[in-house]
């Protein structure tokens, strides 16, 4: 770690992974640092806002993220002709990927979520052409995507990462978050190689990973913490839906606030 930095501050320039094609980041912080410098951001947040996008985009829906469940997202579905997302233990749609593989096609569904949801908006806030939700379910998919929009481009990816106590709270790294990360960098790059990295350090490492899990991912998924709580909860299945690897040939790009398939 650097021991002394100017003024206190950390320079944003170092920490932009410069001259590399496939880079990674944690949280708001990160996307803060690399949206400048990316032609595509891939948010992954597996357990479990992409996973859920993804699952609703394999049902045909369309979903619309917002921040957090406020007094704001009711009238907010409404304006935008879609369903408002509920809790999964009064039998609404709801954040659950599993339940989400059900829904009819054509829903419009506003899903409120404090990390995936809140970086895939400030991503397109923050002027980054192409934004996709990306998880273990839809990695390689996600791959094939950001690689043609990026056009030679480079493509940062986001993990969400969890928040210790309110939404507002510090920043908790994920295992589950760094694993579909490194799924995604697996993906665009298969054949790494130290001659020629096309990964940043941080990127290989996320890669580095997800390789070391992938045999055993549902174990892993399930014995982290936020598989623990989902666990604790009587969700095992959201555990299991999410970490299964490249089940779908779908990637899901946001496009004026609206996640749907990737074209």
Request: glycine share 10%; with cysteine.
């Amino acid at each position: 770690m650097v021991s002394e930095l100017t003024d206190g501050v950390r320079a944003a320039e170092f920490c932009r992974q410069d001259g590399y094609a496939y880079r990674f980041d944690w949280g708001p912080e990160g996307l803060a640092a690399l949206a400048p410098h990316c032609e595509v951001v891939v948010i992954v947040d597996v357990l479990r806002f992409t996973s859920a996008v993804c699952c609703a985009v394999e049902s045909g829906a369309t979903v619309l993220p917002y921040r957090w469940k406020d007094d704001t997202a009711g009238a907010f579905a409404a304006a935008h002709g879609a369903a408002l997302a509920g809790l999964r233990e009064h039998g609404e749609a709801s954040l659950s990927p599993t339940d989400l593989l059900t829904l009819r096609k054509g829903v419009r569904l506003v899903l409120p979520s404090p990390n995936g949801s809140t970086l895939a908006l400030t991503a397109a806030e923050q002027g980054v052409p192409h934004v996709l939700a990306g998880c273990l379910r839809n990695a390689t998919a996600t791959s094939v995507s950001a690689r043609r929009l990026a056009a030679g481009g480079p493509i940062g990816i986001i993990a969400a990462g969890e928040r210790w106590g309110d939404p507002a709270g510090p920043l908790r790294p994920a295992v589950e978050d760094l694993l579909g990360a490194g799924a995604v960098l697996w993906a665009l790059d298969p054949s790494a190689s130290i001659s020629r990295p096309a990964c940043s350090p941080e990127a290989a490492a996320a890669r580095a990973a997800f390789l070391a899990a992938r045999p055993r991912l549902y174990e892993v998924l399930l014995d982290c913490s936020s598989g623990r709580e989902l666990v604790g909860r009587g969700w095992e299945d959201d555990v299991a839906t999410s970490a299964a690897h490249d089940v779908t040939p779908f990637a899901c790009r946001l496009d004026e606030g609206e996640f749907s398939l990737a074209r």
